[in-house]
């Protein structure tokens, strides 16, 4: 499948989803809560990779001051978390910004905070603790969550499959050093618990492929698709005892 093919069918196989990955509210308001950020304060917050806007929502309603500038490769899942802002009331403190990630326009020490859940592997976790590091003010903020070995010796199956996918995956003392030695100290880390995988993301997605499949009738490249994410889900199901997302909070020293 080419690659334009691939993240259209994508964005629409995602788009009406809360979550284009897993997560949760409360696993982002526990991540926010290491943050140590005063929650009253104009802060300056990018949200990189926000999809639809599940996390953004719930940074908006929980500072209410900041100006928070939301960042994705697709315009359709900006198009829906604007509407989706305007029904919570907040559109003027949300502004969209269609961009990638590794080609972000902020200035250089012009952000409080930087919010990726579930989306920094796009560009590498290394990659981007580095890249985004000069945004941040001294004292600002990094909350990522990352794909992360929970026992460093998986079994086979699963790690062919995660260093075909993702060769950076590594136990979060690998990458904790990450953070530290691209001048970060850690506030706090936590393991995203497995009903933000099935509840909140597999099950979603699958409730929504029969339309899917529906909208694509007779494209062999939708049912490709539909294919991998019924294996990565099994995958996970299988192995869940094996790797998660962590969520890493660190300050830019």
Not at 21 to 40: C, I, K, N, V
Not at 147 to 154: A, E, F, N, Q
């Amino acid at each position: 499948m080419d690659e334009h093919t691939m993240f259209t069918l994508m964005v629409d196989l995602h788009r009406d989803g809360v979550r284009q990955g897993p997560g949760s509210e409360e696993e982002t308001l526990r991540a926010l809560e290491l943050t140590w950020l005063d929650r009253a304060a104009q802060l300056e917050v990018a949200d990189i990779g926000c999809g639809t806007g599940a996390s953004t929502l719930v940074l908006a309603r929980e500072l209410p001051r900041a100006r928070i500038t939301a960042v994705d490769l697709f315009p359709e899942f900006l198009d829906i978390l604007a509407e989706r802002a305007r029904v919570a009331g907040c559109p003027d403190r949300i502004e969209t910004l269609a961009a990638s990630m590794d080609s972000l326009p902020f200035a250089a020490e012009s952000l409080d905070l930087i919010w990726s859940e579930g989306a920094i592997y796009t560009m590498g976790f290394t990659a981007g603790v580095e890249a985004w590091r000069p945004f941040l003010r001294r004292g600002g903020v990094i909350a990522v969550s990352e794909i992360t070995w929970l026992r460093p010796d998986p079994p086979e199956e699963i790690r062919r499959h995660w260093n075909a996918e993702y060769p950076e995956i590594a136990t979060a003392p690998e990458k904790i050093a990450i953070l530290e030695r691209n001048g970060y100290d850690l506030r706090g880390y936590f393991v995203l618990p497995s009903t933000n995988w099935t509840d909140a993301y597999y099950e979603p997605t699958e409730e929504r492929v029969p339309a899917f499949l529906e909208r694509h009738a007779g494209l062999p490249e939708a049912a490709e698709l539909v294919e991998m994410e019924r294996r990565e889900a099994d995958l996970y199901k299988r192995y869940r005892d094996w790797f998660s997302y962590g969520f890493y909070v660190a300050r830019k020293r």
